[in-house]
């Protein structure tokens, strides 16, 4: 059987320090513990997001992975804990705090989880500091929201740490975060379902047509969580308009389908015929599984959408479960189960 390797999970601490006291600041995140294994993690006063046992207890985890046949995992922290938006000191704390917290997850896994940090991108160079002392410790990549307040990556300040993460091999994955849409998207998730792929896709294209993909170094291993977002499926329309509109091709010099092979993907998109479109723009070579585990948007068993792909082959599926997080990640991960 092929080794499986999930790169977009998450997880949270059990508990952390009061940030509100720590900062004197309000609305933090805390996580509100109701017992048997289940919590609300809470902005604040605000219910945020109900949460079980899975994101902070290892033994579970792992138990859940060997029921859905997953050798390793990639975590990520769940993006409201990012804290862009505050104070850089204060970011730049958090972000040491729960990549430490993250590293302590991974040491008691026996090798199968690891972990991807946070840095304070809202301050350049501490994000570059942060990255490094971070991998130097045990990360193996990072984890960044798609924007910080108004600015997209074609942000200098973001420029130039993409930059540096291309100088020093550091892998990252982009999750969206802080969605677009405001009231008329505050039912039904609208939020989640509409404004988060949106959210990925503007991010993809900003990086293309601002020209800072000629900037970025090639050498860049950047995936993008949720399958890309809607990137590839309406690349046809933004290669159309690069085409016939000056104002969308005045700063790249080519089309946005010819940078496809500069980003990755994740499979996190939950409809085999997505899957299929996926693998026909983007490649077999830039997919890697995706689950979004242990939320309730995510796969609920992990794998199961590249494993029953009816059009994928055996060797595609390789590639997809495992063999292109080695490649994206430059490390080996064996079989486990």
Same mark, same amino acid.
């Given at each position: 059987?092929? +080794?499986? %390797?999930?790169?977009?999970?998450?997880?949270?601490?059990? #508990?952390?320090?009061?940030?509100?006291?720590?900062?004197?600041?309000?609305?933090?995140?805390?996580?509100?513990?109701?017992?048997? &294994?289940?919590?609300?993690?809470?902005?604040?006063?605000?219910?945020?997001?109900?949460?079980?046992?899975?994101?902070?207890?290892?033994?579970?985890?792992?138990?859940?992975?060997?029921?859905?046949?997953?050798?390793?995992?990639?975590?990520?922290?769940?993006? %409201?804990?990012?804290? $862009?938006?505050?104070?850089?000191?204060?970011?730049?704390?958090?972000?040491?705090?729960?990549?430490?917290?993250?590293?302590?997850?991974?040491?008691?896994?026996?090798?199968?989880?690891?972990?991807?940090?946070?840095?304070?991108?809202?301050? %350049?160079?501490?994000?570059?500091?942060?990255?490094?002392?971070?991998?130097?410790? &045990?990360?193996?990549? +990072?984890?960044?929201?798609?924007?910080?307040?108004?600015?997209?990556?074609?942000?200098?300040?973001?420029?130039?740490?993409?930059?540096?993460?291309?100088?020093?091999?550091?892998?990252?994955?982009?999750?969206?975060?802080?969605?677009?849409?405001? &009231?008329?998207?505050?039912?039904?998730?609208?939020?989640?379902?509409?404004?988060?792929?949106?959210?990925?896709?503007?991010?993809?294209?900003?990086?293309?047509?601002?020209?800072?993909?000629?900037?970025?170094?090639? #050498?860049?291993?950047?995936?993008?969580?949720? &399958?890309?977002?809607?990137?590839?499926?309406?690349?046809?329309?933004?290669?159309?308009?690069? *085409?016939?509109?000056?104002?969308?091709?005045?700063?790249?010099?080519?089309?946005? #389908?010819?940078?496809?092979?500069?980003?990755?993907?994740?499979?996190?998109?939950?409809?085999?015929?997505?899957?299929? $479109?996926? +693998?026909?723009?983007?490649?077999?070579?830039?997919?890697?599984?995706?689950?979004?585990?242990?939320?309730?948007?995510?796969?609920?068993?992990?794998?199961?959408?590249?494993?029953?792909?009816?059009?994928?082959?055996?060797?595609?599926?390789?590639?997809?479960?495992?063999?292109?997080?080695?490649?994206?990640?430059?490390?080996?991960?064996? *079989?486990?189960?």
């Amino acid at each position: 059987m092929s +080794v499986a %390797v999930d790169i977009h999970n998450h997880f949270l601490p059990e #508990s952390w320090e009061n940030l509100a006291e720590r900062f004197g600041e309000p609305n933090w995140p805390w996580m509100k513990h109701l017992g048997c &294994g289940k919590a609300m993690l809470m902005v604040g006063d605000q219910e945020f997001r109900p949460v079980y046992s899975a994101t902070w207890d290892v033994h579970k985890r792992l138990e859940e992975m060997d029921r859905d046949g997953i050798d390793h995992q990639v975590m990520s922290v769940t993006p %409201v804990l990012f804290a $862009y938006l505050r104070k850089p000191e204060h970011a730049l704390d958090c972000a040491r705090m729960f990549n430490d917290m993250a590293l302590e997850m991974c040491a008691r896994s026996g090798e199968r989880i690891h972990a991807i940090a946070q840095v304070p991108l809202q301050d %350049v160079d501490a994000s570059c500091r942060e990255a490094e002392r971070a991998m130097a410790n &045990g990360h193996i990549g +990072v984890e960044l929201g798609n924007h910080v307040g108004n600015k997209d990556f074609d942000d200098e300040g973001i420029i130039t740490f993409l930059q540096h993460c291309a100088h020093i091999g550091c892998p990252i994955l982009v999750h969206p975060w802080d969605m677009m849409g405001g &009231g008329r998207m505050s039912r039904y998730m609208l939020q989640w379902l509409v404004a988060m792929p949106a959210e990925t896709h503007l991010t993809m294209l900003s990086l293309i047509l601002s020209g800072a993909m000629e900037r970025i170094p090639e #050498s860049l291993r950047i995936c993008f969580a949720h &399958g890309g977002g809607n990137f590839a499926f309406t690349l046809g329309r933004a290669d159309n308009a690069w *085409k016939y509109r000056d104002i969308v091709r005045e700063n790249s010099p080519l089309p946005p #389908s010819s940078y496809v092979k500069r980003f990755w993907i994740d499979s996190a998109v939950f409809d085999e015929r997505a899957l299929d $479109y996926l +693998v026909s723009v983007m490649g077999d070579d830039r997919i890697m599984l995706g689950t979004d585990y242990p939320y309730p948007l995510g796969e609920q068993q992990m794998g199961s959408l590249i494993r029953h792909a009816k059009h994928l082959d055996h060797h595609q599926k390789t590639r997809i479960l495992g063999e292109n997080a080695s490649k994206f990640f430059n490390r080996s991960f064996d *079989k486990r189960i």
